[in-house]
C-alpha cells in the first residue's frame, strides 16, 4: 500500500490556511499522528497500514509539511496550536496522540494546552530540551555553497537519523520524505527544536504516557529518553533493541504493537491484581528480542535467483 492508495483529506483552518492530511480505519478508538521535523504524514506509513486495522488513524501533514499548504509554525506552541485547531476540525478527539522527535515534544505542549482532546501520549524518540552542542564543524559548513551544504546535510542525516542495522526500504523511504521538506520549513523546524524546553509542561502531565526510544538513537538518546519518562507521572519507558532515531520506519512491527497495546490498556485498564509485573515484563523482551532476530535474518537472507 502506498500513500497514493490511503485517503488523503485537506481542511482548511481560518487564519492558517490548508492543512492536509492522512486517515484510515474505522473503530470507537482514534489515534493522531504527528511527524518529526522535515518529514510528513507519509513517515507513518507503516502505520496507518498496521495499526488502522484496529482503530481509527490521522496523519497530520503539519502547516509548511508535505501537501499542507499552512505556513510553518515558529515554535512547538505554534505547531501545537495548528494541531489543536485541526483536531477540533476533524471534532476527532480525544484521541491517543503519537508523536515521533520534534511531533513528541508538540504532542506534550498539546496535552498541556488542550488536555480534553488528548486521551493518551505516545512519545517516540523524543525529548523536553535538546543538549546544547557547540560544533566547530557545524559552524564551518554555513560557509559552505549551497549545492554542496545539501548534499552534505543529507549525508550527516542518513547516518544521524537511522540505526547500522536499519533495512534499505526503511532508509530510503526516511530520506525521500526529507529531501521533500521545503527548506525554509526544515529551519523552522530545526529552530524551534533548538528554542524548545518543555521541563515544566512534561512535568505537569496527567495523562497516561507511553515513551518509545530506540537503543541506537544518536539524535535523542535513551537517556533522554529515560529524563522524559521520569518527569511525566506514571508514564512507561520502553526501548527497542538495535534501533536507531527513525523508529516508526526501522522497527515498525514494534511501534506497531505498542501503539495497539496502549490503546488496549486505555480502553480496558487492569485491575491492581493483575497489572503487568515482571514476569510480563520479561516476556515481553523476549518477544523483542525473537522479532529483532527474525528481522535481521530476513534482511540477511539473499534474494532468491529467478530459474529461467
Known sequence: ?????????????????????????????????????????????????????????????????????????????????????????????????????????????????????????????????????????????????????????????????????????????GMQDLRACRPETLLADVRAARAMDLTAQAAALDVPTLVLSGSRDRLTPPTLAADLSALIREARLRIADGAGHMLPLEAAAWVNREIVAFVDSLATPLPASQAPGRRDSLFRRVLDRLETAAERFRRSKPPRRRRS
Do not use: N
Open 1 to 173: 500500500m502506498t500513500s497514493g492508495e490511503i485517503p488523503r483529506g485537506v481542511v482548511d483552518l481560518p487564519g492558517r490556511g490548508r492543512v492536509s492530511y492522512l486517515s484510515e480505519g474505522r473503530g470507537a478508538h482514534a489515534a493522531l499522528l504527528i511527524h518529526g521535523s522535515g518529514m510528513s504524514a507519509r513517515s507513518w506509513m507503516r502505520q496507518l497500514e498496521a495499526v488502522s486495522e484496529r482503530m481509527r488513524v490521522i496523519a497530520i501533514d503539519l502547516p509548511g509539511h508535505g501537501e499542507s499548504s499552512a505556513p510553518p509554525g515558529s515554535s512547538i506552541e505554534d505547531y501545537a496550536a495548528a494541531v489543536a485547531d485541526f483536531a477540533r476540525a476533524l471534532a476527532c478527539g480525544p484521541v491517543v496522540v503519537v508523536g515521533h522527535s520534534l511531533g513528541g515534544s508538540i504532542a506534550i505542549a498539546l496535552a498541556v494546552r488542550q488536555p480534553g482532546l488528548v486521551r493518551g501520549l505516545v512519545l517516540i524518540a523524543s525529548c523536553v530540551k535538546l543538549p546544547l552542542v557547540d560544533s566547530v564543524g557545524e559552524r564551518l559548513v554555513a560557509f559552505l555553497p549551497g549545492p554542496l551544504r545539501r548534499l552534505l546535510f543529507f549525508s550527516m542525516a542518513k547516518k544521524v537519523l537511522f540505526a547500522p542495522g536499519a533495512s534499505a526500504e526503511a532508509i530510503a523511504s
